[in-house]
């Protein structure tokens, strides 16, 4: 798992440090604070590889070398190590030798790419003119998650989602019975729960056969005419059966035990979700490894970048402050910092939003907080003119709905002004 990441003179600030929490850890913060940039960075510390462009040093960096450290466990304990960008090779240093293996991980990122790295098939043992010639990590392009993965040589790494899902429901054996359970896991409700309906063919000029869900409205649709939604999570359950599949296999032949722990890293866990499912997806994927594998001993690690109040609201019954964190990248003063968020329960999605995380005066839209930052100033005046309370109340009543309980307040403050007149 993951302890520690230090980067300095690279990403949005001069110097970030973060300590993860053992299971959840939740980065939040304004667009372009550096959530995303900190989960490649983690992915980075944990594979040595980068899932798309490497991080590039800051352009004040002549101060100074912009450098990574990084702390993890391993099976032989806690592993340190670091890198630093060689501004001559345009490259960040790695250490000779074979790293120790943090287990597996896997990366989910927003525009539906996944990175996976495998402890059995991309970890490099001995030197590579000794054995096979092995991927440093399987990167996904969203296309190449449904169509499969090329590694050159006319080598074929991954069949993709269409055919695997299609091979695995005809065999009805393992695979398919672990991918039933995780999507299940993975859904909505009990009562929502996301099915894998016939096979079927979606075009002449296709000849695959394609996998279909069964909809609660009656009918079977094509998993690549579902939502983005259900394509998200439908794709995170593929990677994740196919990821145990394949790895349990390459631990087979090689003669070792199949890994013991998994690293999530998930930027936007609640994009394309409904809110109904933004409020079971973490608690979810803290189980997604039992559902997967049979087996509860299985530690997970979270590490996401949310911008959702639900997401945060529905952690509440399960966070565990010895386990989990929340970290907070602000701007004050044109610098970036990022500190850990004291954990408390807010309650529901409103209080939330209304927190200094999110930082809004009003859960509701910005014409109704103006309209209520109005209100409280004439509240607190002693006898304001009525003709400024029938402006303000046009404008709450514009904005606000009729059984809002600020009206309780306000229209009791309105009828003592006109007695007093």
Known sequence: MLKRLEVERAGPAPRLELDFSQRINFLTGDNGLGKTFLLDIAWWALTRTWAHMPAAPRPDSTAGPSAIRWEYTASRGLITDHSEFDREAQRWSRRRGRPAVPGMVIYAQVDGSFSVWDPARNYLRRPASEGPDRPPAFLFSPQEVWDGL???????????????????????????????????????????????????????????????????????????????????????????????????????????????????????????????????????????????????????????????????????????????????????????????????????????????????????????????????ELLRQTRPAMADIKRVDDALRSVLSEVDSFFIRWTAFVERQRQTR
């Open 150 to 376: 090329s590694g050159g040589k006319r080598k074929k790494l991954c069949n993709g989602l269409i055919l695997d899902l299609a091979a695995w429901q005809r065999e009805q054996g393992a695979a398919f019975s672990q991918f039933k359970r995780v999507l299940a896991r993975l859904s909505p409700s009990e009562d929502e729960a996301l099915t894998p309906g016939h096979l079927t063919r979606v075009s002449l000029d296709d000849v695959r056969d394609h996998p279909t869900l069964s909809m609660p409205y009656g009918h079977e649709v094509a998993l690549v005419h579902a939502s983005a939604g259900i394509r998200r999570i439908v794709a995170l359950a593929y990677l994740l059966v196919w990821t145990w599949q394949e790895h349990e296999r390459a631990a087979q032949m090689l003669g070792t035990s199949p890994a013991r722990e998994i690293v999530f890293l998930i930027d936007e866990v609640e994009a394309h979700l409904h809110p109904q499912w933004q409020r079971c997806i973490v608690p979810a994927l803290l189980d997604v490894m039992e559902a997967l594998t049979g087996e509860h001993d299985i530690p997970v690690q979270l590490i996401m970048a949310t911008h959702s109040p639900l997401v945060l609201a529905s952690v509440e019954p399960y966070f565990d402050e010895q386990r989990d964190g929340i970290w907070e990248l602000e701007l004050k003063n044109r610098q970036v910092s990022l500190q850990p968020f004291p954990w408390r329960r807010c309650g529901d999605v409103n209080s939330w939003l209304s927190s200094s995380l999110f930082g809004l005066g009003e859960p509701r839209s910005r014409d109704a907080e103006k309209a209520l930052v109005a209100a409280l």
